[in-house]
């Protein structure tokens, strides 16, 4: 299995997962820089699979289907019952896998930044969408922020060697707000000083490590004693997303 990041609009981020001359694409918000990759790479385009129904990771699904011969579009059961995704045809709930390729792939419901959110976990690669970012999170604009913690939580108990594959290029800004919260975690200055020369040289910081979030990413990190200094664990996650909402 290879993933080919493709970057579309300013900082959005699909992904085609190619297995074989077979490729899948994760959110993407345009059709033309993945239309380009696909050509580049000689895959012929098969399904796409959506995080959540948000414009900018939905955005590119009519006219793939125009394009190429799409046979499958998975996104949420939630996301389905509210036909926010355009000609989703597969409705995806917690704990479902399904066959691409030789591969399974397997969703795990984590609602917060919307209802309908979802991850696809497919040999060792997380496709988050916007709900873990590198060193952050997504805006909790539909659940609630305890809602928000327990996904988050769950995306935290995969194998530690797992591969993070976010919705967006916000890597050095977080990173910049997870030094205010820890300004003492020297993990964090590694990574921010890796994530900065990563970008100057025009190269992405996807994957990331998920070993490596558990220990530079405070919304991963919001119930250790250090982050939480006595606060229970929602209040303390709560307190770092607002934080975050204001930097
Ligand atoms: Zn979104
Ligand atoms: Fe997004």
Same mark, same amino acid.
């Given at each position: 299995?290879?993933v080919?990041?493709?970057p579309c609009?300013s900082?959005?981020?699909?992904?085609?997962?190619?297995?074989?001359?077979?490729?899948?694409?994760?959110?993407?918000?345009?059709?033309?820089?993945?239309?380009?990759?696909?050509?580049?790479h000689?895959?012929?385009?098969?399904e796409?699979?959506?995080?959540?129904?948000?414009?900018?990771?939905?955005?590119?699904?009519?006219?793939?289907?125009?394009?190429?011969?799409?046979a499958?579009?998975?996104?949420?059961?939630?996301?389905a019952d509210?036909?926010?995704?355009?000609?989703?045809?597969?409705a995806?709930?917690?704990?479902?896998s399904?066959?691409?390729?030789?591969?399974?792939?397997?969703i /795990? @419901?984590?609602?917060?930044h %919307?209802?309908?959110?979802?991850? +696809?976990?497919?040999?060792?690669?997380?496709?988050?969408? #916007?709900?873990?970012?590198?060193?952050?999170?997504?805006?909790?604009?539909?659940?609630?922020?305890?809602?928000?913690s327990?996904?988050?939580?769950?995306?935290?108990?995969?194998?530690?060697?797992?591969?993070?594959w976010?919705?967006?290029?916000?890597?050095?800004?977080?990173?910049r707000?997870?030094?205010?919260?820890?300004?003492?975690?020297?993990?964090?200055d590694?990574?921010?000083?890796?994530?900065?020369?990563?970008r100057?040289?025009n190269?992405?910081?996807?994957?990331?490590a /998920? @070993?490596?979030?558990?220990? %530079?990413?405070?919304f991963?990190? +919001?119930?250790?004693?250090?982050?939480?200094?006595?606060? #229970?664990?929602?209040?303390?996650?709560?307190?770092?997303?607002?934080?975050?909402?204001?930097?």
């Open positions: 299995m290879q080919i990041p493709v609009l900082d959005n981020y699909a992904y085609l997962v190619a297995q074989g001359r077979q490729a899948a694409v994760v959110d993407p918000s345009q059709a033309d820089p993945v239309l380009r990759a696909i050509d580049e000689r895959l012929k385009l098969t796409i699979w959506l995080t959540h129904h948000h414009w900018d990771h939905v955005g590119g699904i009519e006219p793939l289907i125009e394009e190429c011969p799409i499958h579009v998975r996104g949420s059961r939630y996301d509210h036909q926010r995704i355009p000609r989703q045809t597969d995806l709930s917690d704990g479902d399904f066959e691409f390729g030789d591969a399974t792939v397997d /795990l @419901e984590i609602p917060g %919307t209802l309908g959110a979802i991850a +696809f976990i497919t040999e060792g690669n997380l496709f988050s969408g #916007d709900t873990l970012f590198i060193a952050g999170c997504g805006r909790v604009f539909e659940g609630t922020m305890e809602m928000m327990q996904s988050l939580s769950k995306l935290r108990s995969l194998p530690p060697d797992t591969k993070v976010c919705g967006h290029e916000y890597t050095v800004n977080n990173l707000f997870a030094k205010t919260v820890e300004p003492d975690n020297q993990e964090i590694r990574a921010l000083e890796e994530a900065i020369e990563t100057e040289a190269r992405f910081t996807v994957p990331g /998920l @070993e490596r979030e558990l220990a %530079t990413n405070p991963l990190r +919001f119930d250790d004693p250090n982050v939480a200094a006595g606060q #229970d664990a929602v209040a303390s996650f709560t307190a770092i997303r607002q934080a975050k909402d204001q930097f």
